[in-house]
């Protein structure tokens, strides 16, 4: 079965500093790839997502994330947090073609101004 | 505002007893998700509709249904319901299509937050 495992629970940055949130994924086929992020007190939404092509793909608000097949990793990367980007964040997967979405457990980010 | 629209947004109710809780998709999705998301299990598929059919269903209990009717929107029941079943609802969207096009692409409403005392 599809599972999806983000490295980290919680994360606290102080501003600027650069953020790196872990994901990988079990599954052996072609994937489909997000981030969604939920601030505080509002629904979830899409960040980024890769479906195919440059595996380095960016997103809204200066995030990117890089898909490494060998390594079945989706990492997310920002090089400089603002107070703004505190959020949880989860990396999800669907099987290309397939109508499941598997989320990760989330990252909770708390950025320090 | 996403375009999804979940209704109730709060609902408390006893061990034992069933509630209902409605999604209204995007205009033009025809796909509606539901997942479950609590403390202790994350956000957790249960199950998918297309245009009124089921497509894939994840960790969805017995004491659950759900269905999509020919104007799209979706209705999750939740009958006997027991302390654990306290969790945050969302159901989601999609467009219709394939790969790059956005059928993945999920667009999440408010949630209903469900408390079972």
């Known amino acids: 079965a599809q599972s999806v495992s983000q490295h980290n629970h919680h994360v606290i940055l102080s501003e600027a500093a650069s953020l790196e949130l872990g994901c990988n994924y079990s599954y052996g086929g072609t994937v489909n790839l997000f981030w969604y992020v939920q601030y505080p007190g509002q629904h979830l939404q899409l960040l980024l997502k890769y479906f195919s092509g440059d595996p380095l793909v960016k997103g809204i608000k200066g995030f990117e994330a890089e898909f490494i097949k060998s390594k079945f990793s989706f990492n997310l990367r920002k090089p400089s947090v603002q107070w703004s980007d505190t959020a949880e964040y989860f990396c999800?997967?669907?099987?290309?073609?397939?109508?499941?979405?598997?989320f990760g457990a989330g990252t909770r980010l708390f950025v320090k101004a | 505002d996403s375009g999804v629209t979940q209704t109730p947004k709060h609902l408390i109710t006893a061990t034992g007893q069933r509630v209902t809780l409605r999604c209204s998709p995007r205009?033009?999705?025809?796909?509606v998700y539901w997942y479950q998301q609590s403390l202790d299990q994350g956000l957790q598929f249960l199950i998918h509709y297309y245009n009124g059919e089921e497509r894939a269903k994840g960790n969805i209990l017995e004491r659950f249904s759900a269905q999509q009717f020919p104007d799209l929107h979706s209705e999750l029941n939740l009958s006997s319901l027991e302390l654990g079943d306290s969790a945050l609802y969302f159901c989601a969207s999609s467009a219709p299509g394939g790969g790059s096009s956005g059928a993945n692409v999920l667009t999440f409403g408010a949630g209903s937050r469900l408390t079972v005392l």
């Open positions: 999800a997967v669907t099987r290309t073609g397939g109508f499941k979405t598997i």
């Open positions: 205009s033009g999705d025809l796909s």
